[in-house]
């Protein structure tokens, strides 16, 4: 006889597992996980934390509702018996061309395409889901339909959580152009009243954290956008006080290797299973998205730039971080800087998005480099309200000219700020981290009726000296090349002494 697992409803959050102690110490396994980089966590090394993050405890035998796909799937695979209620594993009914129904219906200016159907087909009938669709697909108009169809089937309020200050002014944006009344979209943000009877409220996870259990009881609709970023212990905080909200939908452009399977765990427990129907290289092919290109640019240091370098590192006191000192030589140096600008300034007649990582050691030093007369400099960063981030955004969309170079934090501008007239992006810092990499390079893949075509210049350093000694950027940058190669973007590397 085989074991059984009995699923009993806890909440829209948390169901309860029952079965006898062996199997739930198996689930309990079957659940746990070591982060990346556990070994470098204060309480692994303090030994008061073994290092396993554990989703199930067998003395507490509750789990994600989102879980269910993975717990059975762990049942079929050993031949246990698993009960559940109907309402968890099963799908709702809907035709194939719902969601095209539904935008008529709305008189929504846009009709979805054949894989933003699958996406909200697939939403509405799990009433959960975790939809991975790249940057560009057209993510907000897939929130709007699956909003909206709570919103005119049950009257359903909605609760929508993005990540920065822009997202929320770029999505309240998004739904006016579709057709929606902009008096039934609340936004929310720091210093903003949070009592609202809107249908549809809009706002940062970092405004809502400190947020009662009861102020989340009105809404029945949650969803996530770009909800890779979320803290872990910040969406399980403020998700986990949405106990009435049956309908949970995350979005993401990306969530690759780079990220750990307990986060991927977590989202899919909060939000719902995974799923992708669409890649930007499909996307490309048919196009959907701008066309584009990798110019990766090697700076070669000279001989004694890189003796002094290594030299230089060598001084570092042992269990000291070395890559934060060698990335403020790089962003300090007059040589590396200047080239940054050159490339910029030969870049007339088109809109450029310059990315940096540091705001006052490297930010304020290119703002005034990038100054030039006939060019409008936009310089973004975290002190830059929401407003004059949408006031921008707007304006250069709207700008049949050209001549506009927005100079941005990766913080600020990486992650779900869309402009369909942007031509290239530079990296003036580069970044290993595949997620960062990925939304970067989506800034640049809107079309528009003048830009069909996008360039990122990808600018790293070469400091290393004979096989003893590689720099960290230059580490970073062949990773960078590894993700471009797997994503099949068309690339070049080129190396120019400096």
């Given at each position: 006889?085989?074991?059984?697992?009995?699923?009993?409803?806890?909440?829209?959050?948390?169901?309860?597992?029952?079965?006898?102690?062996?199997?739930l110490?198996e689930?309990?396994e079957?659940f746990?996980?070591r982060?990346?980089?556990?070994?470098?966590?204060p309480?692994?090394?303090?030994?008061?934390?073994?290092?396993?993050i554990?989703?199930?405890q067998?003395?507490?035998?509750?789990?994600?509702?989102?879980?269910?796909?993975?717990?059975?799937?762990?049942?079929d695979d050993?031949g246990?018996?698993?009960?559940?209620?109907?309402?968890?594993?099963?799908?709702e009914?809907?035709?194939?061309?719902?969601?095209i129904?539904?935008a008529?219906?709305?008189?929504c200016k846009?009709?979805?395409?054949?894989?933003?159907?699958?996406?909200?087909?697939?939403a509405?009938?799990n009433?959960?889901?975790?939809?991975?669709?790249?940057?560009?697909?057209?993510?907000?108009?897939i929130?709007?339909?699956?909003?909206?169809?709570?919103?005119?089937?049950?009257?359903?309020?909605?609760?929508?959580?993005?990540?920065?200050?822009?997202?929320?002014?770029?999505?309240?944006?998004?739904?006016?152009?579709?057709?929606?009344?902009?008096?039934?979209?609340?936004?929310i943000?720091?210093?903003?009243?949070k009592?609202t009877k809107?249908?549809?409220?809009?706002s940062?996870?970092?405004?809502?954290?400190?947020?009662?259990?009861?102020w989340f009881?009105?809404?029945?609709v949650?969803l996530?956008?770009?909800?890779?970023?979320f803290?872990?212990?910040?969406l399980?905080?403020i998700?986990?006080?949405?106990?009435?909200c049956e309908?949970?939908?995350?979005?993401?452009?990306?969530?690759?290797?780079?990220?750990?399977?307990?986060?991927?765990?977590?989202?899919?427990?909060?939000?719902?299973?995974?799923?992708?129907?669409?890649?930007?290289?499909?996307?490309?092919?048919?196009?959907?998205?701008?066309?584009?290109?990798v110019?990766a640019?090697?700076?070669?240091?000279?001989?004694?730039?890189?003796?002094?370098f290594?030299?230089?590192?060598?001084?570092?006191k042992?269990?000291?971080?070395k890559?934060?000192?060698?990335?403020?030589f790089?962003?300090?140096?007059?040589?590396r800087?200047?080239?940054?600008k050159?490339?910029?300034?030969s870049l007339?007649?088109?809109?450029?998005l310059?990315l940096?990582?540091?705001?006052?050691k490297?930010?304020k030093?290119?703002?005034?480099?990038?100054?030039?007369?006939?060019?409008?400099?936009?310089?973004i960063?975290?002190g830059?309200?929401?407003?004059?981030?949408?006031?921008?955004r707007?304006?250069?969309?709207?700008?049949?000219?050209?001549?506009?170079?927005i100079?941005a934090?990766?913080g600020?501008?990486s992650?779900g700020v869309n402009?369909?007239?942007?031509?290239?992006?530079?990296?003036a810092s580069?970044?290993?981290?595949e997620?960062?990499?990925?939304?970067?390079?989506?800034?640049?893949?809107r079309?528009?009726?003048?830009?069909t075509?996008?360039?990122?210049?990808?600018?790293?350093d070469?400091?290393?000296?004979g096989?003893?000694?590689?720099?960290?950027?230059?580490?970073?940058?062949?990773?960078?090349?590894?993700i471009?190669?797997?994503?099949?973007?068309?690339f070049?590397?080129?190396?120019?002494d400096?």
């Amino acid at each position: 006889m085989s074991e059984r697992i009995e699923i009993e409803n806890i909440n829209s959050v948390h169901m309860k597992v029952k079965a006898d102690s062996g199997t739930l110490m198996e689930i309990s396994e079957h659940f746990s996980f070591r982060p990346e980089g556990y070994q470098f966590n204060p309480k692994f090394k303090a030994r008061v934390w073994d290092g396993i993050i554990r989703l199930f405890q067998p003395m507490r035998p509750k789990l994600y509702v989102g879980l269910f796909p993975h717990l059975k799937k762990f049942c079929d695979d050993r031949g246990y018996t698993i009960v559940a209620p109907d309402h968890i594993g099963t799908e709702e009914q809907f035709d194939d061309d719902y969601p095209i129904e539904l935008a008529k219906e709305i008189n929504c200016k846009f009709t979805p395409r054949d894989y933003q159907i699958e996406y909200i087909n697939n939403a509405l009938r799990n009433r959960r889901s975790l939809s991975l669709s790249p940057t560009s697909s057209g993510k907000s108009l897939i929130i709007y339909l699956i909003q909206q169809h709570y919103y005119q089937a049950f009257g359903h309020r909605t609760l929508i959580i993005v990540p920065t200050i822009s997202l929320v002014h770029q999505m309240a944006g998004d739904f006016v152009d579709y057709g929606c009344d902009a008096s039934i979209i609340y936004k929310i943000q720091g210093g903003v009243d949070k009592n609202t009877k809107a249908p549809i409220v809009i706002s940062t996870w970092q405004s809502l954290i400190k947020q009662p259990k009861d102020w989340f009881d009105q809404f029945r609709v949650v969803l996530g956008d770009e909800a890779h970023t979320f803290q872990a212990k910040s969406l399980t905080t403020i998700m986990e006080k949405l106990t009435d909200c049956e309908y949970r939908h995350g979005f993401t452009g990306t969530l690759k290797s780079a990220e750990s399977k307990t986060h991927r765990l977590v989202l899919e427990g909060c939000f719902g299973k995974v799923k992708r129907y669409v890649n930007t290289k499909k996307l490309m092919d048919e196009g959907t998205v701008a066309d584009f290109k990798v110019k990766a640019i090697v700076l070669s240091h000279n001989n004694q730039a890189r003796k002094d370098f290594k030299k230089a590192m060598g001084t570092i006191k042992e269990g000291v971080k070395k890559w934060p000192a060698e990335r403020e030589f790089i962003v300090n140096h007059p040589g590396r800087n200047n080239f940054i600008k050159n490339l910029v300034h030969s870049l007339e007649g088109q809109n450029n998005l310059i990315l940096f990582d540091l705001v006052e050691k490297h930010g304020k030093v290119l703002e005034p480099l990038l100054q030039k007369e006939g060019r409008v400099l936009h310089f973004i960063y975290g002190g830059t309200s929401g407003d004059e981030r949408e006031r921008i955004r707007n304006l250069v969309e709207n700008d049949s000219e050209k001549r506009h170079n927005i100079l941005a934090s990766y913080g600020v501008f990486s992650t779900g700020v869309n402009l369909k007239r942007l031509d290239n992006v530079i990296f003036a810092s580069g970044s290993k981290s595949e997620i960062k990499v990925l939304q970067s390079i989506g800034r640049t893949l809107r079309k528009a009726d003048d830009s069909t075509q996008a360039v990122l210049y990808d600018i790293a350093d070469d400091l290393s000296v004979g096989e003893s000694f590689e720099n960290y950027t230059l580490k970073h940058f062949k990773k960078r090349i590894e993700i471009y190669g797997a994503e099949q973007f068309s690339f070049k590397i080129f190396t120019v002494d400096i």
